[in-house]
């Protein structure tokens, strides 16, 4: 499994998540969400959940939040429509790992630990959790090149991929994936502290 087969396989999963986003929502869709987690808590099996907001559901949290840009860019107010997922306990993922040396079995973890050598295995987790997001982004650039989100929605908006709270590594990831001008609003709103 290389990089570009994996790349194939996440791509083909996220376009088919975009296409299953419902019409009746096409208006009032400013943002998608790509929520970085790890199935279980577990490095080896990172996972992205694809979900979108609506200019509706900040309607009706503004005021619930602090302020109306919180209610639009803080994910807590966010609908949280699980459409998709990708990664987690995929097999090809774990295809992937394995062809690079980087997965590891919970007994080699074990054994690792009883020899105080975890620090490898941890290595090999950071390896693991950046692979995978590396071609995660290469996926959002590749859906606003081929013109997908703006085919199914009407216009391009930003794909906001972030964990549960934002700081500078997963706003790097929302950077590095969206054309610069989509994601102008979510990075004052960060960089403003959330105001």
């Known amino acids: 499994m290389n990089k570009e087969t994996l790349f194939e396989c996440f791509y083909a999963k996220a376009e088919k998540a975009i296409r ?4 009746q ?3 009032d869709i400013y ?11 577990d490095p080896r099996c990172p996972l992205i959940t694809i979900s979108y907001n609506t200019l509706t559901q900040v309607e009706a949290k503004k005021n619930s939040a602090s302020s109306l840009m919180e209610a639009k860019w803080n994910f807590a107010f966010w609908l949280q429509n699980e459409i998709s997922t990708i990664g987690g306990n995929d097999k090809n993922l774990r295809l992937y790992f394995k062809e690079n040396k980087l997965f590891y079995t ?3 973890y ?15 987790d950071e390896q693991m959790q950046s692979a995978f997001m590396d071609t995660i982004i290469l996926v959002v650039q590749a859906l606003h090149k081929r013109g997908v989100i703006k085919e199914q929605i009407g216009r391009e908006v930003p794909v906001i ?14 950077v590095r994936s969206n054309p610069k001008p989509l994601v102008d609003e979510f990075l004052k709103y ?3 502290g959330g105001l």
């Open 31 to 41: 943002a998608i969400s790509f929520w970085k987690d790890n199935l279980e808590d």
């Open 106 to 108: 919970q007994q080699e």
């Open 161 to 174: 991929i972030h964990e549960l709270e934002y700081y500078d590594l997963p706003v790097d990831w929302t």
């Open 110 to 124: 074990a054994k690792a630990e009883k020899n105080g050598d975890e620090q490898k295995l941890d290595k090999q």
């Open 25 to 27: 929502h096409m208006e």
């Open 190 to 192: 960060y960089y403003n």
């Open 20 to 23: 299953k986003i419902g019409k």
